[in-house]
């Protein structure tokens, strides 16, 4: 199923398009992107991989089990609504902060970034696991 | 007052767990709970016989009026009393009764559940609240008469009692809203006073019936009487709590609770009373006819509880005093019955009167018992059955309307008890002993205990009734609505009331006399039994089932596209014809704003889409697929949707991807549709297609709602620091929404896993 | 365009409500696909267009101008379409896993309830 070319290309594009994902997410609140956009592209690249080098090699290359991925992105999204309840703000209200001697000018950090982390996670567990399953049928 | 009821539930869910800690002392511990309950309602009865309601209030979901608002008053302590009371005494016999049954914690954990719930009724002052605790009641005691599930007959008496208590607790529940509506308020306190106007209502009457359906089932009342003598498949110690002292006396409690809100007028005086009339003299009949115990007690209860609801019926000061004074009478003396009954079973072997004789050398203090209660149950003095039937006799003879028939009634069934009092309390005991199928022995404290304090307390009442006088006294005053006074005596001279009540003892040891007789004719003419109200029931369970499986027959041929098929020809049609209604599809300007590589791009996703139909393999159907979603990610991206487009481009690749994983090696397809189906599925499939254009166009045409994307454009960067606004809808202003999407995907994600890599092994598979 | 994609939406639907009354298991979740992309396309056209700038506010600005695409019904379709994959992954897997124990995507031969 695999050919030299794709394994080659494989190796070089798969850390740009992981980078790319990173991207979209940090971006997503200003500009397109976010949680979704970027789940999806990570796990295009890791299904790259599993097509170029099957799922053994994809699986190494993740680290954690694709089901560990789900339950962590659920907690963090849920977890970042917590902080408004300590405040006791209602559930999921944004918390801001602004960091002014960030490089390349101030920036503003809140805990919507932390949740779309949360999405990212769950949205690449989620598929990772379906083409994990789906390519170990063979 | 709250923790009161909790407590009850708290304890119930720890029964089993202390069950099986110490199965010999568990009993005894658990009645700690009830015996400490009644001490408790004991210390309020100073206050509450003073006048004045103790109440506790809570909100709960205040937007409907459910509120967790209890209050204790004369009538509520009686009852609270009475249950607890018993209760207590009730766990401590079953600790005795089902001593070794393994199952003994499960019916710990039913029966403070039930007391519990029970608890509830009667103190709740929300009408919402108290149908919570009404339906708990139902549910706790369907548990405790299939307690032995595995008999056919307890499982189907426990069903027939759930439906039809259940029944009638639905209607109730319409009544209550009804009540609500028409009175402004879920409070009974705050209904209490506008009896007025509830009764101008036109949907007075609706509600009053609706209200009694669901008094006289809980009640069994006549012709819903048949499901408590059936529920004498419960052990013995629910029967005597459930059966006799509380739960059917549920019914009992609404109706007197109710009585300053719905009673006075004649609407509710006919019916109430003439069921209860009715309910009276039939339990009596029939009560008479039975040999074997519980089915005699039952049916006695029966009547017992048509004799409560006449009284409630009249309405008058005295009688209602005469019911009031009753229920306890009636509770201590066929509570105790119902237990000797179980003791006797327990220590012989027996449950038919005919093969009892001559039991007292063998049980003295459970005959003892019997005897006493018996007693109280015939109306003798000085017992406090002999005070009840005083009062009954009273109240009739001094009723508004139909004195004479009514008097007449209640000797007939004051006799009936008599010869009943003599079948149950005293046949067993006396004359000589007969073999029995267990040696016959005295039984345990724990079973004789309960009759023995209950028949002490029905002596103790009897001669001394002025402790009891305030408590009572602030109970018919909580019924009647105004304060009354009650007064008690033994003895109050020769009077007619006192010729009535020796004459109903005469009738009572005529009927002794003629049991024999009746008995006979009841094997002559058994057979018109069949024809009671318990066959209609049968026959409507049966017809029930035949609706049941006809219908499923008709609409669930287990065929996917029928299903596809009727959801979208109705959805065709309801829809349709409202499309039309509202003014058929306008047409205005057809292409205006439309490009030429726009249309390009949907002529490409149609002819894809057809493809994708059309095509003869399952690769270039996926490859249809892809290029559909391809061009609407395009056409996202052309009307000022990135994001949109990017997720569909991406995930219009993995799709592919999978549908290739999944779908490579497989045979290849074959038509198996017939041409007919093909044609009318693609003749409904247009159609449906049709409709959801004219939609489309219907809604963007119409005049539309201003939409609250204004909102979304203005606060995005004030409020919530970013500046794409869908990506601010979705993590921040409807944050809790994409968290419940993204728990949606994750469910779908483990179970798509757990259906490809779950498998039991070869051999297991069912 | 709003009547061009009014089409478009219909004969998705039509194409999607079709395959879904076939009795191969496969065509019903190709139809699902294609029932998917419809109401996504059905939300997105219904809203109306309003003008084709995305809805991101440009730097400096606190607020966005018109006219543009309204962000609303853009969020509602993003989630729906990543929903959509993951309900057609599961009809997939389903699939699988139906056709290696009963052996055939024909539904009308998988109506017993015990395989």
Known sequence: MSSLILRTATRFVFPLLLLFSVFLLVRGHNEPGGGFAGGLVASAAFSLVVIAYGTDVARKSLRARPVSLIGAGLLVAAGSGLWALLRGEPFLTGQWTTIERFPGGPADLGTPLLFDIGVLLTVLGVVLNIVFSFAEEE | MLIAVLSGFVLAAFAPWIHRLSPRASAWLLALLPLGLTGYFLGQAGAVAGGEPVRTFLPWVPSLGVNLSFSLDGLSLLFSLLITGVGALVVVYAGGYLEGNPQAGRFHAYILAFMASMLGVVLADNLLLLFVFWELTSVTSYLLIGFDHDRDKARKAALQALLVTGGGGLALLAGFLLMGDIGGSMEISGLSHRGEALRASPLYVPALLLVLLGAFTKSAQFPFHFWLPNAMEAPTPASAYLHAATMVKAGIYLLARLNPVLGDDPAWHVPVTVVGAATMLAGAWLALQQTYLKRLLAYSTVSALGALTMMLGIGTGPAITAAIVFLPAHALYKGSLFLVAGAVDHAAGERDVARLSGLARKMPVTAVAAVTAAASMAGLPPLTGFLAKENLLGAVSAAPAFRIAATVAVLLAGAAYVAIAYVVGVRPFAGAPRPTRIEPHEAPAALWIGPALLGILGLFGGILPGPFVPVLSAAVSAVLGWDYEVYLALWHGFDPMLILSAAAVAGGVGLCAARGRLLSLRARWGHLGALGPSSWYDAGMKQLTYLARTQTRLLQSGYLRTYLLTIVVATLAAAGFALLRGGGVPFAAPLSGARFYELCLAGLVLVAAGATVRSRSRLAAVASLGVVGYGIALIFILRGAPDLAMTQFIIETVTVVLFVLALHHLPPYSRISSRGSRARDAFVALLAGCLMAGFVLATTAGKRLPSISGYFAETSVPLAHGRNVVNVILVDFRGLDTLGEITVLAVAGIGAYALLKLRPGKGKTP | ?115
């Open chain 3, 1 to 115: 365009m709003e009547t061009v994609l009014a089409v478009v939406v219909g004969g998705l639907y039509a194409a999607g409500i079709y395959l879904m009354l076939r009795r191969s298991l496969v065509k019903l979740l190709f139809g699902l696909a294609l029932m998917s992309h419809a109401a996504n396309l059905l939300i997105f056209t219904a809203a109306g267009f309003h003008g084709e700038a995305p809805p991101l506010v440009p730097e400096g600005s606190r607020a966005l101008l018109p006219p543009y695409a309204d962000p609303l019904p853009q969020a509602l379709i993003l989630t729906a379409i990543v929903i959509s994959f993951a309900v057609l992954a599961f009809g997939l897997a389903l699939f699988r896993r139906a056709y290696s124990e009963v052996g055939t995507d024909d539904l009308d031969q998988m109506k017993a309830t015990d395989t």
